[in-house]
């Protein structure tokens, strides 16, 4: 692995926290896919529908601080604050190092 996949979660999160979606973005695949449980149940695939997905999310749920961060088989998780309380999210990663999926939802 030529990539460190918690630095990338830090990343994603300090992009969100900065509300640049410019830099959210470059973070994911082009083929990557979103599995969002934190307002009811979606997925998001395409770079146009993850554009309006963070857009949305930006608005409504800016976030705040990291929670906890942890290497998973499965990738990276990640737990943080929002307006709408502790989320935690998931992460798998391509070959690059770019999100090919996220699962987030509300933390328990």
Same mark, same amino acid.
């Given at each position: 692995?030529?990539?460190?996949?918690?630095?990338?979660?830090?990343?994603?999160?300090?992009?969100?926290?900065?509300?640049? @979606? =410019?830099?959210?973005?470059?973070?994911?695949? =082009?083929?990557?896919?979103?599995?969002?449980?934190?307002?009811?149940?979606?997925?998001?695939?395409?770079? =146009?529908?993850?554009?309006?997905?963070?857009? +949305?999310?930006?608005?409504?749920?800016?976030? %705040?601080?990291? +929670?906890?961060?942890?290497?998973?088989? +499965?990738?990276?998780? @990640?737990?943080?604050?929002?307006?709408? %309380?502790?989320?935690?999210?998931?992460?798998?990663? +391509?070959?690059?190092?770019? @999100?090919? =999926?996220?699962?987030?939802?509300?933390?328990?």
């Amino acid at each position: 692995m030529s990539f460190d996949p918690m630095a990338v979660a830090v990343d994603w999160l300090d992009a969100y926290r900065a509300g640049d @979606i =410019e830099a959210i973005l470059e973070l994911y695949a =082009e083929d990557a896919v979103v599995h969002c449980g934190c307002c009811g149940v979606q997925t998001i695939r395409g770079r =146009e529908a993850l554009r309006a997905y963070w857009v +949305d999310r930006l608005r409504k749920y800016p976030a %705040g601080t990291l +929670d906890d961060l942890n290497p998973s088989d +499965d990738g990276t998780m @990640i737990s943080y604050v929002t307006s709408a %309380g502790v989320m935690s999210a998931l992460f798998a990663f +391509d070959a690059a190092g770019r @999100i090919k =999926e996220l699962a987030c939802s509300p933390s328990h």
